[in-house]
């Protein structure tokens, strides 16, 4: 499989432009969480014991703890973590691009076929954040009964762990393709 053949996104995305575009869409999405995440902190619970409930019981303390003030910074968190999702997806899928078109270069057909199928975690975990995002938001409009609680502790470690190993890959992989490439073109793959 080569690295031509992944969607054209993802190709844009392992662009060094495309690397600094959705690096920066993350980090500027992520600062700008930063009150909302200090409110909840400050009304009584953080937004991981929150998403990581996984109970109707808990979820409801949570909710009477935080008040109007800390939901509202939830409210606040959700939205803004939708740009998030999206930088941070893009971000691994161009990174893990990247290393398909580099190994691709270097001969290393293996490394190439592997990153072909990494380029997917980091879409598949910024999906599964979403869909954490649409239980909480449900929580938060007082559905608060399961399936929701559970849906959401379940997607947080999900996020995680596939996000981590598609980074982890990602580095791996830009070590073991290793090579000069030519400056200043901002289309060339990234990793310079």
Not at 151 to 174: C, E, H, K, Q
Request: aromatic residues 8%.
């Amino acid at each position: 499989m080569s690295s031509t053949r992944l969607p054209r996104l993802f190709v844009f995305a392992g662009t060094r432009r495309g690397l600094v575009v959705f690096g920066a869409l993350t980090l500027l999405s992520g600062a700008t969480m930063l009150p909302a995440l200090a409110t909840m902190a400050d009304h009584g619970a953080s937004v991981l014991a929150f998403e990581s409930a996984a109970g109707v019981d808990r979820s409801r303390e949570i909710l009477d703890e935080w008040g109007s003030a800390g939901k509202t910074a939830m409210w606040w968190q959700l939205a803004l973590d939708m740009p998030f999702l999206v930088g941070y997806g893009l971000f691994l899928a161009g990174a893990c691009a990247a290393v398909a078109h580099r190994a691709r270069e270097t001969g290393q057909p293996r490394l190439e076929r592997a990153a072909a199928v990494f380029v997917w975690l980091g879409p598949i975990a910024a999906a599964s954040d979403f869909t954490q995002n649409v239980s909480l938001a449900l929580l938060l409009s007082g559905h608060v009964e399961q399936p929701w609680p559970r849906i959401s502790a379940l997607a947080a470690p999900t996020t995680t762990w596939l996000g981590a190993a598609a980074a982890v890959f990602a580095l791996a992989g830009a070590v073991a393709t290793r090579r000069r490439t030519r400056q200043g073109n901002p289309d060339e793959p990234g990793f310079v």
